[in-house]
């Protein structure tokens, strides 16, 4: 088991992507903790683990509140006494598709603030705790629209900033034996986006996209899953400040 023994914080856990992250931890060893302003669906994943796979608490948090973040992290040290890996998975879109001359200020800070905020207090207080003990994985979520998109501006700006993050950090934290790097999918199966879209909607994009990818699919939760496992893993440990694309190709 390759997380045997290790405390692992996954955020946004009761998303596809994260309930994916937090399963896999939880199967190579992790006791994991999970986060997600959604309570009630975080509950039901922390539940199963608990009861199928192994060792799990959860909390439900708003990650854009400074106050909640800090608190957060003051109970996983006095509950466990370390952290030894984090995940930042929470985020969102609230300006999907928008033109230029659409953008709205105040769902692009909305953006900002789920994604990049979010991201960097977490962050500072994983750094807390991991500098001390010595050691640390954190692993952060970008998205392959941080190159750019003419249409997600917002986003694909906090997923740039995330990047740019990472990198800053890995310079910072690397003397203390803490890697730091991130993970940039392309479009991933989670029910978030079939929701949003609806059936046919989703169906048309999904196969659009599977068409330019060359391995000729989009993502699943758990391909993205297994990559954050890799670099909280001892196998990246000579791996940090670098963004791992799981697109199946789409940019080659």
Same mark, same amino acid.
């Given at each position: 088991?390759?997380?045997?023994?290790?405390?692992?914080?996954?955020?946004?856990?009761?998303?596809?992507?994260?309930?994916?992250?937090?399963?896999?931890?939880?199967?190579?060893?992790?006791?994991?903790? @999970?986060?997600?302003?959604?309570?009630?669906?975080?509950?039901?994943?922390?539940?199963?683990?608990?009861?199928?796979?192994?060792?799990?608490?959860?909390?439900?948090?708003? @990650?854009?509140?400074?106050?909640?973040?800090?608190?957060?992290?003051? &109970?996983?040290?006095?509950?466990?006494?370390?952290?030894?890996?984090?995940? &930042?998975?929470?985020?969102?879109?609230?300006?999907?598709?928008?033109?230029?001359?659409?953008?709205?200020?105040?769902?692009?800070?909305?953006?900002?603030?789920?994604?990049?905020?979010?991201?960097?207090?977490?962050?500072?207080?994983?750094?807390?705790?991991? =500098?001390?003990?010595?050691?640390?994985?954190?692993?952060?979520?970008?998205?392959?629209?941080?190159?750019?998109?003419? &249409?997600?501006?917002?986003?694909?700006?906090? =997923?740039?900033?995330? %990047?740019?993050?990472?990198?800053? *950090?890995?310079?910072? *934290?690397?003397? %203390? &034996?803490?890697?730091?790097?991130?993970?940039?999918?392309?479009?991933?199966?989670?029910?978030?986006?079939?929701?949003?879209?609806?059936?046919?909607?989703?169906?048309?994009?999904? =196969?659009?996209?599977?068409?330019?990818?060359? @391995?000729?699919?989009?993502?699943?939760?758990?391909?993205?899953?297994?990559?954050? @496992? %890799?670099?909280?893993?001892?196998?990246?440990? %000579?791996?940090?400040?670098?963004? *791992?694309?799981?697109?199946?190709?789409?940019?080659?």
């Amino acid at each position: 088991m390759r997380l045997q023994g290790k405390i692992a914080l996954v955020t946004g856990a009761a998303g596809g992507i994260g309930s994916a992250t937090a399963r896999c931890f939880a199967r190579e060893g992790a006791t994991v903790v @999970l986060v997600d302003i959604d309570l009630e669906a975080c509950s039901r994943v922390c539940d199963d683990i608990a009861q199928n796979i192994g060792q799990a608490s959860c909390s439900g948090v708003d @990650l854009t509140s400074e106050a909640q973040v800090v608190e957060l992290f003051s &109970n996983i040290r006095r509950d466990y006494g370390r952290l030894d890996c984090i995940v &930042n998975i929470a985020g969102g879109d609230c300006e999907p598709a928008a033109s230029v001359e659409s953008i709205d200020m105040e769902r692009a800070m909305r953006n900002l603030d789920m994604n990049l905020k979010s991201c960097m207090l977490c962050c500072r207080e994983a750094a807390k705790i991991m =500098k001390p003990q010595g050691y640390g994985r954190i692993v952060n979520m970008s998205s392959l629209v941080w190159r750019g998109s003419p &249409n997600q501006f917002s986003y694909s700006a906090s =997923k740039g900033g995330i %990047f740019a993050f990472t990198r800053s *950090l890995a310079l910072a *934290l690397g003397g %203390f &034996n803490i890697t730091v790097n991130a993970l940039a999918p392309a479009l991933v199966e989670v029910e978030a986006f079939t929701r949003a879209l609806g059936t046919e909607r989703w169906q048309a994009l999904a =196969k659009a996209s599977a068409e330019r990818y060359p @391995l000729g699919r989009i993502a699943t939760p758990e391909d993205v899953a297994k990559a954050a @496992l %890799f670099l909280a893993s001892e196998d990246a440990a %000579f791996i940090t400040g670098q963004l *791992l694309e799981i697109s199946g190709g789409a940019r080659l």
